[in-house]
């Protein structure tokens, strides 16, 4: 039987760099650095000094103000985005089977500054008098469940939690769900908030976090004096459509998903395998998924988080599938500008990719200085950079060992 294709209708983001996709993809074309010291708390008793928040986020401009009071930020900024996709994606509810229209959502960790707050109020007052909405507020899985109850989806609704690599996934899994004929169309991504002083110190207290005083010298993929990431925050929300189902509405097209890819490493908790064979296995299964030649490929989202074990085994697990074509590959990290969003961040950056290649316009891996002869592609240092490309992959990695890959085709009619 034939497969279904899929297409990408509708985008919302809310990052570090905007407040909507057209402000953030501006801003990562110019090289926009999303990266300042903490607002959000305090932090001049810890080591981490530096993070990508959401600057002046205003979720009333979406929710009222008792639903603000009931949701964490994470679900917030889920929310945000998701009424940016699903307005862009002018599906019309009232005509559509709301049965056949699903959420993939993912978060990393979900409700952070909610349950650091719970728990000062637990150690103060007693832990029976913290918020009955304490537990809607934590849980991952509430920004979908939210985004399902606000639009009257009735499809599946799920949330993968594959730490860093969950908001590939949940856009990988709502590809397959449609392709394989389980709905028509998906509200699918990422969110996180996790920058806290309890989230900070515990990235920092397992070496994860760059402690770089200044913003240009943090979160520097690939560079050879990158010391660990830099915390990001924000959601992207993605609207994937069965492609006849789109066409009969007259709806705009974005770019068309075409593979998915998805493993593990089973090697440590933490630590990426530094061989990148099964990173490289993920890549390569999504290729097949795809049914393309990795020649095809003309540009990487890659995961690039600027940490030492990451950038050099992504660099590894590249050369293993693209072989001499590895070093025509364009191959950048926006999280140079966007620091690192966990749950979130594959999301966005499948955002990126499919504007990429909508636009011929490849942005680049900013603050680069000193070249490291582990990391050495082509990694668009500095410049964005025009250029036509038909085929995309972003890639992500997450603690566990989890691996997504996604590939993206430019839609040409």
Not at 141 to 156: D, E, F, Q, S, V
Not at 262 to 288: E, F, K, R, V, Y
Request: charged share 20%.
């Amino acid at each position: 039987m034939e497969k279904r294709r899929v297409v990408i209708t509708g985008m919302g983001a809310v990052t570090p760099l905007g407040h909507t996709v057209s402000e953030t993809w501006e801003a990562a074309r110019a090289g926009v650095c999303g990266v300042a010291p903490i607002t959000l708390y305090d932090a001049s008793s810890q080591k981490v000094s530096l993070a990508a928040e959401v600057k002046n986020f205003d979720p009333t401009k979406v929710l009222d103000k008792k639903e603000v009071r009931r949701m964490d930020r994470f679900s917030q900024f889920a929310m945000y985005a998701a009424a940016e996709a699903m307005a862009d994606s002018g599906l019309d509810l009232e005509r559509e089977d709301t049965a056949r229209i699903g959420v993939c959502v993912s978060s990393g960790v979900g409700g952070m500054q909610t349950f650091q707050n719970s728990c000062e109020v637990g150690e103060s007052r007693g832990f029976d008098k913290v918020s009955p909405f304490f537990i809607p507020m934590i849980i991952a899985n509430l920004a979908a469940g939210r985004i399902a109850i606000r639009y009257g989806l009735h499809g599946m609704c799920t949330c993968p939690v594959t730490a860093c690599a969950g908001g590939s996934n949940a856009v990988g899994d709502a590809f397959h769900y449609i392709r394989d004929g389980y709905a028509d169309a998906m509200v699918s991504g990422g969110a996180e908030a996790t920058i806290t002083s309890l989230a900070i110190g515990g990235f920092t207290s397992m070496s994860a976090l760059t402690t770089a005083a200044d913003p240009k010298r943090a979160s520097i993929p690939f560079d050879k004096e990158r010391s660990g990431f830099v915390m990001g925050e924000g959601a992207g929300i993605l609207v994937l459509e069965e492609l006849e189902h789109a066409k009969a509405r007259g709806a705009k097209i974005y770019g068309e998903i075409v593979g998915y890819g998805t493993n593990c490493d089973a090697h440590h908790i933490t630590a990426p395998d530094p061989t990148g064979t099964w990173p490289a296995a993920c890549i390569q299964q999504a290729l097949s998924d795809a049914g393309i030649a990795p020649e095809q490929v003309d540009y990487v989202n890659a995961h690039g988080t600027s940490t030492p074990l990451n950038d050099s085994g992504e660099t590894a697990a590249l050369k293993k599938v693209f072989g001499d074509h590895a070093g025509k590959l364009m191959v950048s990290s926006t999280k140079s500008m966007t620091g690192h969003m966990l749950g979130a961040g594959g999301a966005v950056e499948a955002i990126f990719s499919l504007l990429a290649l909508k636009d011929g316009f490849v942005p680049a891996t900013i603050n680069y200085q000193v070249p490291d002869p582990a990391c050495d592609l082509d990694i668009v240092p500095n410049q964005g950079r025009e250029a036509d490309i038909k085929y995309a992959i972003s890639d992500s990695l997450g603690f566990g060992g989890h691996n997504a890959c996604l590939v993206f085709h430019k839609w040409e009619g």
